[in-house]
């Protein structure tokens, strides 16, 4: 059987330009499902997302910046980022980074 596509479906566009996160803009993203005191093996991740809204100056539309690493890495690098806020899922959508972590039931990821 030959499978058919429709070639709007399988032509690539224009690759997105990206740029760095610019300073007081954007969110930092810390999805807690890393690693966990008991597991500190598991990578966790965080990226740094500013939405330009309008092309940069060379056309690009966002900024992002990941990073990866151990958990206390991952949450010491999301808070120096200088962005807007940083935030971590809770309830039904997003919460603001906690400052320290003192409130480790927010961090933990196994909670």
């Known amino acids: 059987m030959v499978r058919r596509y429709a070639p709007e479906l399988t032509t690539p566009g224009e690759p997105q330009r990206l740029g760095q996160p610019r300073p007081g803009h954007g969110i930092v993203y810390v999805p807690v499902d890393g690693g966990t005191p ?31 690493g151990t958990r206390a890495e991952v949450l010491a690098w999301a808070r120096t980022r200088p ?29």
Do not use: C, H
Request: aromatic share 10%; charged share 35%.
């Open 38 to 68: 008991r597991y500190p093996e598991i990578t966790w991740v965080a990226s740094w997302i500013d939405d330009y809204g309008q092309s940069g100056d060379r056309d690009e539309v966002a900024g992002i910046e990941n990073f990866e």
């Open 83 to 111: 962005a807007a806020r940083s935030v971590i899922p809770g309830g039904t959508g997003w919460m603001p980074l906690p400052d320290d972590d003192n409130d480790d039931d927010k961090l933990r990821g196994d909670a």
